[in-house]
């Protein structure tokens, strides 16, 4: 199975930072890579699908970027709703989510 | 409005068997390409396996730790998912997600899981 690593892990931030979270595959999986966002007690929510493509009713302040191995998911100006833990999700090969990194406010 | 409601979660022994159902609406569940997601307390999120509509054969795929275990079938009449799980082992603890996958109109729907169910606690314990 292709891995997903993501990083870091967990990140806290500011309100108005620019948050960036990688994503890196175990082998190359071209755009086939997915970014969902879940809030605590909640299910997950598709935000990102195919690298960069931003899923209908998704604020603008989120984007994603990469191909290959190596992927980038930036939230340009954090916001206190965007607290979450965010995953990566790869579809070249079966399927695979990287571990989470969870978002917190300093 | 998609609406993907679970049931049939529970408290079960290890070795046990239990089924979670799926009820969908808000869309053509006959034509959707359907998955099951699972997250264990704490954990991340866990891919279990995947229906195709009757129309495109209506075939399964399953993630190596529940193959040959759990079976994931659907009843196009009543809009519903099933995930029939035998041989539960304390590491199938987890919410399970009923989803939807790529209901965008992309055909073959891609690997995404554009909506999602609340969710269903199972817990595997003696």
């Known amino acids: 199975d292709i891995q997903m690593t993501q990083s870091p892990s967990s990140l806290s931030a500011s309100v108005g930072d620019r948050v960036t979270i990688t994503c890196q595959a175990s082998?190359?999986?071209?755009?086939?890579l997915n970014w969902y966002q879940q809030k605590p007690g909640k299910a997950p929510k598709l935000l990102i699908y195919?690298?960069?493509n931003l899923e209908t009713g998704v604020p603008s302040r989120f984007s994603g970027s990469g191909s290959g191995t190596d992927f980038t998911f930036t939230i340009s100006s954090l916001q206190p709703e965007d607290i979450a833990t965010y995953y990566c999700?790869?579809?070249?090969?079966?399927?695979?989510f990287g571990q989470g990194t969870r978002l917190e406010i300093k | 409005e998609v609406q993907l409601v679970e049931s049939g979660g529970g408290l079960v022994k290890p070795g046990g068997s239990l089924r979670l159902s799926c009820a969908a609406s808000?869309?053509?569940?006959?034509?959707?390409?359907m998955s099951w997601v699972r997250q264990a307390p704490g954990k991340g999120l866990e891919w279990v396996g995947r229906?195709?509509?009757?129309?495109?054969?209506?075939?399964?795929d399953y993630a190596a730790p529940v193959k040959g275990r759990f079976t994931i079938s659907r009843d196009d009449s009543k809009n519903t998912l099933y995930l029939q799980m035998n041989s539960l082992k304390t590491e199938d603890t987890a919410v399970y997600y009923c989803?939807?996958?790529?209901?965008?109109?992309?055909?073959?729907?891609?690997?995404?899981?554009?909506?999602w169910g609340q969710g269903t606690l199972v817990t595997v314990s003696s």
């Open positions: 989803t939807t996958m790529d209901r965008g109109g992309s055909y073959p729907p891609r690997g995404l899981f554009d909506y």
């Open positions: 808000g869309f053509t569940f006959s034509n959707a390409w």
């Open positions: 229906i195709k509509s009757k129309t495109d054969g209506g075939t399964t």
């Open positions: 082998q190359d999986i071209s755009n086939y």
């Open positions: 195919d690298a960069s």
């Open positions: 999700q790869q579809y070249d090969n079966r399927i695979t």
